[in-house]
């Protein structure tokens, strides 16, 4: 009933995190969606969706990647942590005074919608 909202934005349920098997995602978000109910021009049902990561079968993998801070060169994405993590060590033997990394990690996220309310 009545007009659509804006998006609203929540903390996440407690023990969510605890829940997942990746590493531990940093802030998500909540949203809400509607949609005009089929006949009635005045009338809208809504429902909520939540941003979790996104471990389906057929999802993207988690990959990882380092980039040196002192020469800003990057290592190749990896799904393998310790695979990237060992090119920023090749990088300290070649380079002995670039001791300072960035690790990204991508981390695939989808929507799941709750019941429409
Ligand atoms: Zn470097």
Not at 2 to 31: D, H
Not at 32 to 37: D, G, I, L, P, Y
Not at 50 to 74: F, G, H, K, M, R
Not at 81 to 98: D, I
């Amino acid at each position: 009933m009545g007009r659509p909202s804006p998006v609203k934005a929540g903390p996440l349920p407690v023990g969510y995190l605890s829940a997942v098997s990746v590493p531990a995602a940093p802030q998500l978000s909540v949203g809400t969606s509607c949609q005009r109910v089929a006949g009635r021009d005045d009338t809208y049902r809504f429902r909520e969706f939540q941003l979790i990561p996104d471990t389906e079968n057929d999802a993207e993998p988690i990959t990882y990647i380092v980039q040196c801070a002192v020469c800003e060169e990057t290592g190749e994405p990896n799904k393998d942590q310790a695979a990237a993590h060992a090119w920023a060590t090749g990088r300290l033997k070649a380079n002995p005074e670039h001791y300072t990394y960035r690790e990204f990690i991508t981390r695939p996220c989808r929507f799941e919608p709750g019941a429409w309310q």
